[in-house]
């Protein structure tokens, strides 16, 4: 196969490589399920540098022609590779086949403000007068600059908080990189570090983060990147603590290896997170990325996250989308600045982050009754221990309710099985709920299994 490979390059450069493979893919001559040879072993074959054979690699890696398996190797994929092979597909039931669809993780569309009122008060929108304007609306910047963490170097506007993870993963992140990860975490990263063709390496969290700990043996591994949830953590809810902070932001400054790490802080729960706002930021300035979302406060097809930290990384960011959809949509951006300043939204919004904590609260106080201990600190998601995950999902689906497995989160075994539910959906019906999922989860609580009929469909 080497061979065969150097044979077909004419063109010695990482895009030269990159195209050569690439047509050997759709030829056949490579066919799926090969395993491609070391980027080492290729380099020297071709007499070229493996930097220029590991970028060729991760143009494949995103593309989907190719996949790297840890140190199983790297493996050609078929052509057109199901979107039920990733991790994010695995999660939710289709939400026609069941009355209670928990499994989506997404927001309580009744505790969303509404739009029209913010379209009708922005007025003009002509607020494009070049294609080489800078990405974010100046009074929006100052906004977002006011309610930052700690002081970035520069901020720019992306389309939600995984596009922001997604752009900075493949600015600072190539083929073969280790990157940490918590261990569980949002399965969307994992498939994000997948297609770079980049290594997961599991840290650990406890009640108040990640684990310093685990974080010190990660940074032993020489990572390129953190991937870290500072609040509501999505699946467990767990937000860092001030305190946690400082000690994880020393680790790192101590560690031989930390100074090189780029830490990437995906915020996604934004304003419905009952935690205050918190930041490794505000020790390592020049490493972290801080990424805002509001679409769980605001409006899922409001698309928008702001991004900051480090000029240089977040410039690159910028300057990449200049060559593809350039910025996200100022007049999208105009309805966030009104909404994030209108004293009636602001109200709204409050609101609704003390409604998502009533249902949190109301539905781990009936759970531990029933002997089931899954504290939900924040956000809108549960994380609920289970004794077989297979026969909790199926017992609940019996009852008209799905939930998420909780395989596709975890980075490597987590000792036991879990489903997470998205107690942010749950509006009524907790006590018959809590006893479902007691019953489900192999408790000492059994149910007598009726059905339930008192939550109110949840899906539109």
Same mark, same amino acid.
């Given at each position: 196969?080497?061979?065969?490979?150097?044979?077909?390059?004419?063109?010695?450069?990482?895009?030269?490589?990159?195209?050569?493979?690439?047509?050997?893919?759709?030829?056949?001559?490579?066919?799926?399920?090969?395993?491609?040879?070391?980027?080492?072993?290729?380099?020297?074959?071709?007499?070229?540098?493996?930097?220029?054979?590991?970028?060729?690699?991760?143009?494949?890696?995103?593309?989907?022609?190719?996949?790297?398996?840890?140190?199983?190797?790297?493996?050609?994929?078929?052509?057109?590779?199901?979107?039920?092979?990733?991790?994010?597909?695995?999660?939710?039931?289709?939400?026609?086949?069941?009355?209670?669809?928990?499994?989506?993780?997404?927001?309580?569309?009744?505790?969303?403000?509404?739009?029209?009122?913010?379209?009708?008060?922005?007025?003009?929108?002509?607020?494009?007068?070049?294609?080489?304007?800078?990405?974010?609306?100046?009074?929006?910047?100052?906004?977002?600059?006011?309610?930052?963490?700690?002081?970035?170097?520069?901020?720019?506007?992306?389309?939600?908080?995984?596009?922001?993870?997604?752009?900075?993963?493949?600015?600072?992140?190539?083929?073969?990189?280790?990157?940490?990860?918590?261990?569980?975490?949002?399965?969307?990263?994992?498939?994000?570090?997948?297609?770079?063709?980049?290594?997961?390496?599991?840290?650990?969290?406890?009640?108040?983060?990640?684990?310093?700990?685990?974080?010190?043996?990660?940074?032993?591994?020489?990572?390129?990147?953190?991937?870290?949830?500072?609040?509501?953590?999505?699946?467990?809810?767990?937000?860092?603590?001030?305190?946690?902070?400082?000690?994880?932001?020393?680790?790192?400054?101590?560690?031989?290896?930390?100074?090189?790490?780029?830490?990437?802080?995906?915020?996604?729960?934004?304003?419905?997170?009952?935690?205050?706002?918190?930041?490794?930021?505000?020790?390592?300035?020049?490493?972290?990325?801080?990424?805002?979302?509001?679409?769980?406060?605001?409006?899922?097809?409001?698309?928008?996250?702001?991004?900051?930290?480090?000029?240089?990384?977040?410039?690159?960011?910028?300057?990449?989308?200049?060559?593809?959809?350039?910025?996200?949509?100022?007049?999208?951006?105009?309805? $966030?600045? &009104? /909404? #994030?300043? %209108?004293? =009636?939204?602001?109200?709204?919004?409050?609101?609704? +982050? @003390?409604?998502?904590?009533? *249902?949190?609260?109301?539905?781990?106080?009936?759970?531990?009754?029933?002997?089931?201990?899954?504290?939900?600190?924040?956000?809108?998601?549960?994380?609920?221990?289970?004794?077989?995950?297979?026969?909790?999902?199926?017992?609940?689906?019996?009852?008209?309710?799905?939930?998420?497995?909780?395989?596709?989160?975890?980075?490597?075994?987590?000792?036991?099985?879990?489903?997470?539910?998205?107690?942010?959906?749950?509006?009524?019906?907790?006590?018959? $709920?809590? &006893? /479902? #999922?007691? %019953?489900? =989860?192999?408790?000492?609580?059994?149910?007598?299994? +009726? @059905?339930?009929?008192?939550? *109110?469909?949840?899906?539109?």
């Amino acid at each position: 196969m080497l061979q065969l490979i150097a044979s077909a390059i004419d063109d010695r450069t990482a895009r030269g490589v990159a195209a050569a493979v690439s047509r050997l893919v759709r030829t056949g001559e490579l066919p799926p399920g090969s395993r491609l040879p070391t980027v080492r072993s290729v380099a020297r074959e071709l007499g070229i540098s493996p930097t220029t054979v590991s970028e060729a690699w991760r143009s494949l890696a995103s593309a989907g022609a190719i996949q790297t398996r840890g140190r199983s190797g790297t493996f050609v994929l078929p052509p057109n590779r199901l979107r039920q092979s990733l991790r994010y597909a695995r999660l939710s039931a289709n939400p026609a086949t069941l009355p209670h669809d928990f499994s989506t993780g997404v927001p309580d569309h009744d505790l969303l403000p509404d739009l029209a009122p913010a379209l009708r008060r922005i007025g003009d929108t002509r607020l494009t007068t070049s294609y080489l304007e800078e990405p974010v609306l100046p009074r929006l910047e100052v906004v977002l600059r006011e309610r930052w963490p700690f002081p970035p170097q520069q901020l720019t506007v992306v389309d939600g908080a995984l596009d922001g993870v997604d752009r900075v993963v493949g600015a600072a992140v190539r083929l073969g990189d280790r990157v940490l990860v918590e261990n569980p975490t949002f399965p969307p990263l994992l498939d994000l570090l997948d297609t770079v063709g980049a290594v997961p390496v599991p840290v650990t969290l406890d009640n108040s983060g990640i684990e310093p700990a685990s974080l010190t043996a990660g940074l032993d591994r020489a990572p390129v990147a953190l991937l870290l949830q500072p609040r509501a953590q999505n699946p467990t809810g767990v937000s860092m603590t001030p305190q946690r902070a400082a000690e994880l932001a020393a680790v790192i400054a101590r560690h031989p290896l930390g100074r090189t790490v780029a830490v990437v802080e995906d915020d996604h729960a934004g304003e419905i997170a009952s935690a205050a706002p918190v930041s490794l930021g505000e020790w390592l300035p020049d490493q972290v990325v801080h990424i805002r979302s509001y679409s769980k406060s605001h409006g899922p097809d409001l698309r928008l996250a702001a991004v900051g930290g480090p000029a240089a990384l977040v410039a690159s960011v910028a300057d990449r989308r200049l060559l593809g959809p350039g910025w996200s949509s100022r007049v999208l951006q105009a309805v $966030l600045l &009104d /909404l #994030l300043t %209108d004293p =009636a939204t602001v109200r709204f919004v409050s609101g609704a +982050r @003390r409604e998502y904590a009533r *249902r949190r609260g109301v539905l781990t106080a009936s759970l531990s009754h029933r002997g089931v201990d899954a504290p939900t600190p924040d956000g809108i998601n549960m994380w609920i221990p289970v004794r077989d995950q297979q026969h909790a999902m199926l017992s609940l689906a019996a009852h008209g309710i799905a939930v998420a497995p909780g395989t596709p989160f975890a980075v490597s075994p987590l000792g036991g099985d879990h489903v997470r539910l998205t107690v942010g959906l749950v509006r009524d019906g907790f006590d018959d $709920l809590a &006893d /479902l #999922l007691a %019953d489900a =989860a192999g408790g000492p609580h059994r149910a007598s299994g +009726r @059905r339930l009929r008192t939550l *109110r469909r949840t899906t539109r």
